[in-house]
């Protein structure tokens, strides 16, 4: 008994450092979010969950796309556990990594400005369903705008 639960733990402990150290490319994960995205009748100004992800379009309501990319940005630093992946103000588009606190699953989120608004698209790195948390994370994220 004392075996399986020694080879238990090493299993679970290298399943989290895989999914902590898992290799994460800037060119894929940093790529403008696909245009089919909104294509479901995603609404300006308000969250959308997605299978896996959430997406939100920010109409020039509330500034300009380049504008709201600085202060998304600014947003984005202040959440916990989250850093800048990829990207800049100054290319138009900018990707942030949240983990959560256990795991340290990935979650990837891309802004991109472009000529009718600001694009963000939220998604999960591993798995299929995020239970919510990256619809979530954007929903605070427009409320502190």
Known sequence: MLLFTGFAL????????YVRLAP???LI????????????GAGWDEVKP??????LRLSDQ????????????A??????????FAGSAERGRMTWVTRSAFWGFPDYTTAEVQADGLYIYARLY???????????????WLAAL
């Open 126 to 140: 591993f798995g299929r369903g995020d239970f919510g948390v990256n619809a979530a994370r954007l929903k605070a």
């Open 29 to 40: 994960l940093n790529a403008p979010p696909a245009p089919s995205l909104w294509a479901a």
């Open 24 to 26: 994460a490319d800037p």
């Open 10 to 17: 090493i299993v679970l402990a290298g399943l989290m450092a």
């Open 62 to 73: 509330k500034g300009t796309a380049a504008e709201l990319l600085t202060r998304i940005d």
């Open 50 to 55: 997605i299978e896996g992800g959430a997406i």
């Open 75 to 84: 947003i984005a630093m202040a959440t916990p556990a989250t850093r800048r």
